[in-house]
């Protein structure tokens, strides 16, 4: 006659096997990247380090493109003013945080909303160095027809 004790672990084990073939599974599965839509807003603010584009703005991209940008506060009006190149679509940020990754940079973080966009990217290519990093904050991301 079989162990009550044997009999346990013998039904235990055979219920953890699957539980553990189904974590494994879901863990694996690939996180959805973000595809950038022909038109979308988003408000961002830039931060850290000796670097143009600093500031908040609300820009609308259209076509992979800035098509407006506003200055929401002194520095990004500047920006906007003198040097609209330094204004950034969520494909160039993306493209920097890829970027700082491939250089190995000391600090190349980003957090993303479930559907893939980004909502943080933190980047410092050399923690002891001044002036390197960079911070940006997305918020109020819409997307439009």
């Given at each position: 006659m079989p162990r009550p004790h044997a009999l346990l672990l013998i039904a235990v084990s055979a219920l953890a096997l699957p539980a553990t073939a189904c974590g494994s599974e879901t863990e694996a599965a690939p996180v959805p990247r973000?595809?950038?839509?022909?038109?979308?807003?988003?408000?961002?603010?830039?931060?850290?380090?000796?670097?143009?584009?600093l500031g908040k703005y609300r820009i609308t991209v259209a076509d992979g493109k800035v098509a407006e940008a506003v200055g929401l506060d002194e520095p990004a009006r500047r920006t906007v003013a003198?040097?609209?190149?330094?204004?950034?679509?969520?494909?160039?940020?993306?493209?920097?945080?890829?970027?700082?990754?491939a250089d190995k940079a000391d600090v190349a973080d980003a957090v993303f909303?479930?559907?893939?966009?980004?909502?943080?990217?933190?980047?410092?290519?050399?923690?002891?160095?001044?002036?390197?990093?960079?911070?940006?904050?997305?918020?109020?991301?819409?997307?439009?027809?």
């Open positions: 973000w595809a950038e839509p022909a038109r979308y807003s988003f408000t961002l603010l830039s931060e850290g380090g000796e670097r143009g584009g003198g040097e609209p190149q330094n204004v950034r679509t969520l494909r160039d940020l993306l493209t920097e945080l890829r970027q700082a990754r909303a479930p559907d893939g966009h980004p909502t943080e990217i933190h980047l410092d290519w050399e923690t002891n160095s001044v002036d390197d990093e960079a911070d940006y904050l997305i918020t109020e991301y819409r997307v439009h027809p």
